[in-house]
């Protein structure tokens, strides 16, 4: 059965920094993981894609990297300069497919597989 499990969310203060993990369960590597989040009363959206190449949205794009061990079958999101607008429930989602348009990262239709998400919350 294939799986995608967060860890690394959790409570912090503003200017903090944090390190969120996805790890694949699955036979074989997926070709794009992705991060989405979700805040309160909003929809999901896009925050970093890694797959033919690395796409982040523009809300966190200079503080936000993601990154990838293959060996460990595991993506990381690694969060600085954390803002209260960052506060949501983070989601990692996979596919076996590699993405190269950018519009195929930001869509959550486009990945088969999510995990159950981590929260993030972020204190003024």
């Known amino acids: 059965q294939v799986q995608v499990v967060e860890s690394g969310g959790g409570f912090v203060q503003a200017g903090d920094s944090l390190r969120l993990s996805c790890a694949a369960r699955?036979?074989?590597?997926?070709?794009?993981m992705g991060w989405f989040r979700q805040a309160p009363g909003k929809e999901r959206e896009f925050v970093a894609g890694?797959?033919?190449?690395?796409v982040y949205a523009d809300s966190v794009r200079g503080r936000t990297t993601v990154s990838r061990d293959n060996y460990l079958n595991t993506v990381y999101l690694q969060m600085n300069n954390l803002k209260p607008e960052d506060t949501a429930v983070y989601y990692c989602?996979?596919?076996?497919?590699?993405?190269?348009?950018?519009?195929?990262?930001?869509?959550?239709?486009?990945?088969?597989?999510w995990g159950q998400g981590t929260q993030v919350t972020v204190s003024s």
């Open positions: 699955s036979g074989r590597l997926f070709g794009t």
């Open positions: 890694l797959g033919g190449g690395r």
């Open positions: 989602a996979a596919d076996y497919r590699t993405f190269h348009r950018t519009d195929s990262y930001y869509a959550p239709a486009s990945y088969k597989y």
